[in-house]
Structures are given as C-alpha cells and as structure tokens.
C-alpha cells in the first residue's frame, strides 16, 4: 500500500527520502514521488514504477534540500502513471500533499472545489486535498488551519503530509485510519507510515492516533487534536535493528522469511511454554484470563493468510478448549451487523496490525461491548494498540508481501492460546503436558522440513508451467490448503484452489483431468484413511499428484507421482509442518517462472484501505 516518508533538519534531505522509500517497496507499489523546497522554490520529482527509476530521474540535477516528503503510490483512484502519483500541488504551485488512504467524498468536494475554479490534473482523490488546503490558505489562514479545516469537510481515511512554501520550515502531518509514526532525530525530525523507512536514522517514535496533527520542525514537534487542542505524546524506543530488515544474503525476503521460521516459531514460544506444567503463560492475556475462559463463544476476525490462521484456531479452540469458535472476514463481519454478547471474545489476528478491515472490525465489536482481543505481529500498530489486550507472535519483520513466518508464528500463538484455556478448563496435565511437548519440537522438525528444499525445487519445476493447482486437505489441515492455495496464486499467478478433500466429489472433481494437479495434504491422522480415497478418486482420472506425507508413510508413495516426507506431531500442530513445504513450492514455481516474489503484481503488504 501507499508509503510516506519526511524529512527536516540540517542534512540534504534527497538521499534520506529516497533511501526511506526503498525500505517502503515491501508494501506494494506502482509509482513514486518526492517533493522539496530548493533555492526559493518547490520541486515535485515523480515516476511510474520503481523508486529506482526516480532516483535515476534525480540523478541528472544537483539538488540540495533539507525539507521535503515522498511518497509511494499504490493506485486506487487512476492509474497508476507520473501525473496520479504524488505529491500534488495546489493550483499556485506552492504547496504539496501526499496522502495514504481514501478520500470517500473527494467527488463532492472536487465539484465544489470546480464551481470556485480549481482545476485538476489527475484522476486521483488525494488532489483534492491541496486544493481544499489552498481555499483555506486563500481565506488568509494560516498553514495548520487551514489542513485543520481541510480535513474538517473529509471524509474517509488519511496519512496525510503537507508542506507549504510560505511556511517553508515545517511539515504538518495528519492521521484518521491510516498509520504514521513521527521519528525523533538530533536536530532534525521525520515522518513516516512505517518505521522501517526511518529506522536507519532513528529509534525514537511517537505514534500519532487517529484525529491528531502535528507541526514538524527540525528541532521541536507540537501534537494537537483536529480541534486545535495541544497534546503531550509519549516518545517510544524501538527495539527493531536495521539488520532484521535486510535481505541477510538471500536473493528474496520471502525465502529468508521461510528460512527462519525455526527461529520465528522459537521467539514466538519463548519464555511462553510451561513444558513441566503442560501449559501456558501469555502476560498480555492475565488481566482478561478470567473472562476470556468464560466466555460463551470466541469470534475470530482476519483477512487473508491470518483468516486462515484464524481457521486453524477455531479447530483448536473447540477441540481443546470446547469453546465453540466462528471464524469472520473482517470485511464482512463489520457490515452484516452481526450479533455479539458482552460474553463473547473476539479475536483479532494481524500481521502488520494496520488492516483497515480488521481494524474497523475491532472497534465495531468493541462497540457492541465484546472483550476485543489482538493477536498481532507488528508491536506498536494500531491493531495492537485499539486492542483491550493481546498478545504479540513476535515473528519479527515481515517484509515479503506473501505472509509465511507471520502465519507459522500466529498457529504457535494460537496453540499457546489453546493450552492455556484448556488447562484452565479441565483439560488433564499429562495431555497438556503432551502438546507442549510436541510444540518444543515443532522448530527442529520445522529445520528437517526445510532441509527438503532442493527435492521440493525438483518438483516445482515439473510444475512450473501448470495453469491450475487444487489444494487439499481435512480437518487442520484444510486451513492449510487455502493458505497453500493462496501463496501459489500470490506469486506465481497460477490459478489455484484449496478445498476440504470430501468436499471435491461435490463439485470441484469435473476439474481433474491430466492438465490438472492436486497437492494432498494427507498425514497419517485421524482423517488418512479417508484422503487415500479422495486421492485414488484424482488417480483415477489420471490428476497428477504430490502429498504431504508423515515420513512413516511407505505406502502413499505408490499412489501419488511426488511425495514431500514431514515429521509427525500431535494433529493441532501439524499445520505448522504441513505449511512449510507449500511455502517452498511457490517460492520455487514463482522464481522459476521469472515472478518477482517479494513485490508480486497488485498486491501490497498492509491493506491500510477498505
Ligand atoms: C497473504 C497475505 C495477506 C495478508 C492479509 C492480512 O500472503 O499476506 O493475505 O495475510 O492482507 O494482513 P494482516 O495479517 O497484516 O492483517
């Protein structure tokens, strides 16, 4: 999604708001700009595509700046071409927005503004933003009045930066719904909608919230409210190193992020796992403990990759933990007015903890009274900051756009979630004690798995040119098979499906034929037994197979074309084995088609619009 990155202080600003846009390129984009002011006037530098064809544009001018915005645009509103990207000016060329999120009324206010004779040059809603700023400033008011005003008659959602040539000292920035960190510096100050376009500057932040705005000098910043009221914000440190953000020698994040799960899923558990007491501890749920385990029924909210982690979960909870469990779309759930009870809880998973979707589904159900909880990986993001509790999968930065160590790291969360209600309502310590047990050892298992990359290369490239793929599996391992489905489709643009396996006898079987593989999920669980059927009725007309098979296996191996051999663990917890070897499969299929991984089409890593 869109990025923003500012700069004031004493250094030429150019390098910093490039470089800063770099570290934005994980989000998704489809054009970039950067705007400053240099010898007495103002400069908008914009280009479709890379930020490396901007910095190529920037390389033919000397510029020395030290104020300035950039932005990346992920295009909702036009296409996405040089004159739609941002920043924007006003109609007299002196000052500049750009703007995450979407303007929900721009069409009325752009007649408005029309009918007092503002012109404008692209299709975009953000333009009526510098125009709405400029009437004001026509009126004699001053810069942050007139954003005040501005954003007074907007409706919708804003990260929003301004600069203005008349007041060539500072920026304003503004936040309703869409994130944006301020970055404390010596003698110079940031802004940005993601702390990793600063980090290499700064570990100072303060987190605007919705409704505020702030001045930003080289030396000071004054935080207030859209109603002019003075605010005093609190400085955080963070503790995310510019290391973790880097490739570490990998050719994608994606593969580095697959690579590390043994780790993620170890820093997810640690210091969290009661292996002795067969159950859990999760500070961020001890004040809520009591009426969490008594709820009558959990929610579970998310979109994408989490939704599926939030489907494992349900499988969990209910099994356990004998809560009965529905798992929502966060896009859905906030408008089909559902029905919540002040005894429900609702759980709200996300990686980057800025889905605009989940985020509106949290304060609904907050509303209406449930225990809002967050399950989020991103310490500090709005999610885990609405949320009444929560807890943190602290799988550390994610930045390939497909969600891989987020997702292993929310099932270990879930588990943990798991053994602490089923603890706390009867379950025996000795089964407790049995799946912590098995969770101690899903990271080494995890190791062996990855171990099989080059086999699972081997069969990527056998498949590389298919135009279709269903995914199967039953019971926890259903979940697995949408998430599967969903990596390969992500990355590869393949088309791809993921159903329950008894379900593809009611429809999806017209499907199969030669031209049509089938990845079974099938271990040797309670459910086996009925997969090897579901997987004769594929071979028999002639689908070609590859199973995700338990290593005891032998004989699955003469139904199917390819088998992938995982270790075995207790049924709850093999979705963080089985999901391993599906991760790799796309990798290895979307490299191999020539597909750029980490940034694939359309696609952006938080989906701060509606
Ligand atoms: C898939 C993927 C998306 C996200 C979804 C929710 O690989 O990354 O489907 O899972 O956009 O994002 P979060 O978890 O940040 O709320």
């Known amino acids: 999604m869109c990025g923003i990155v500012g700069y ?4 030429n600003c150019i390098p910093i708001l490039i470089n800063g846009l770099k570290r934005l390129e994980y989000r998704g984009y489809d054009s970039a700009g950067i705007g400053f002011f240099s010898l007495g006037s103002t400069h908008v530098i914009k280009s479709k595509g890379k930020v490396s064809l901007l910095e190529e544009k920037l390389n033919s001018h000397v510029y020395e700046s030290h104020l300035g915005i950039g932005h990346t645009r992920w295009a909702t509103h036009g296409v996405p ?14 000052l500049l927005i750009i703007h995450n999120g979407i303007i929900e009324n721009y069409q009325t206010l752009k007649t408005s503004l029309k009918n007092m004779g503002y012109s404008f040059i692209s299709e975009t809603d953000s333009e009526v933003i510098a125009h709405l700023i400029d009437s004001f400033l026509k009126k004699g008011n001053e810069l942050l009045k007139s954003v005040r005003l501005a954003l007074s008659e907007v409706e919708g959602t804003y990260g929003l930066a301004v600069i203005y040539e008349k007041e060539p000292d ?11 960190v301020l970055g404390i510096g010596e003698g110079e100050n940031f802004i940005a909608s993601d702390v990793s376009a600063i980090l290499a500057h700064t570990n100072q932040v303060v987190y605007m919230e919705d409704g505020e705005i702030v001045e930003v000098f080289k030396d000071k910043f004054i935080t207030r409210t859209i109603h002019d009221e003075e605010i005093q914000k609190e400085v955080h440190e963070i503790s995310l190193s510019l290391d973790e953000i880097d490739k570490g020698g990998y050719s994608h994040f994606m593969l580095k992020e697959i690579i590390e799960q043994p780790d993620s899923v170890t820093n997810s558990m640690r210091g969290r796992l009661l292996l002795d007491d067969g159950n859990a501890k999760l500070g961020g749920l001890d004040n809520v403990l009591e009426r969490l385990s008594n709820c009558k029924r959990i929610i579970i909210s998310a979109c994408g990759t989490s939704w599926h982690a939030g489907l494992v979960g349900e499988y969990m909870f209910e099994q356990y933990a004998h809560i ?3 798992v929502e779309y966060a896009s859905e759930f906030r408008y089909r007015s559902p029905i919540i009870y002040p005894d429900d809880a609702i759980f709200f998973i996300s990686q980057s903890g800025e889905t605009a979707d989940t985020l509106a589904a949290m304060k609904e159900a907050k509303t209406k009274g449930a225990l809002a909880l967050g399950i989020c990986n991103v310490v500090g993001s709005s999610i885990a900051r609405e949320s009444m509790s929560g807890v943190y999968t602290h799988a550390g930065p994610e930045i390939g756009v497909a969600s891989t160590k987020a997702f292993t790291s929310q099932l270990v969360v879930l588990a943990l979630i798991t053994l602490l209600l089923a603890r706390k309502r ?5 089964e407790g004690k049995c799946i912590a047990e098995h969770l ?3 990271p080494e298992q995890i190791t062996k798995i990855l171990e099989l990359n080059s086999q699972i290369e081997f069969i990527a490239s056998e498949f590389q040119d298919a135009k279709n793929f ?3 599996g039953r019971g926890f391992n259903f979940p697995v098979a949408l998430e599967g489905a969903l990596k390969l489709k992500e990355i590869s643009y393949i088309h791809a499906e993921g159903y329950p396996a008894a379900e593809m006898k009611h429809g999806p079987i017209a499907l199969i034929d030669e031209n049509m593989p089938a990845v079974f999920i099938a271990p040797k669980d309670s459910t086996y037994d009925k997969i090897i059927s579901n997987i004769q009725e594929v071979k028999a007309r002639k689908g070609r197979i590859i199973a995700i098979a338990s290593e005891s296996d032998s004989e699955i191996d003469h139904l199917v074309d390819y088998t992938i051999k995982i ?5 709850m917890l093999m979705p963080l084995l089985t999901v391993i070897p599906l991760q790799l499969l796309a990798y290895h299929i979307a490299v191999k088609k020539g597909l750029n991984v980490d940034q694939p089409r359309n696609l952006a890593k938080s989906v701060t619009v509606e």
């Open 8 to 11: 004031v202080g004493e250094k």
């Open 324 to 326: 009965p469990t529905e």
């Open 426 to 430: 009867g379950m025996k310590l000795d």
């Open 470 to 472: 269903l995914y199967l």
């Open 567 to 571: 270790p075995d663990t207790t049924s």
């Open 170 to 180: 500072k920026i304003i920035a503004a936040r309703k719904g869409s994130p944006l």
């Open 81 to 94: 071409n040089e004159v739609n990207a941002h920043p924007h000016f006003n109609s007299n060329n002196n």
């Open 440 to 442: 101690s050892k899903i």
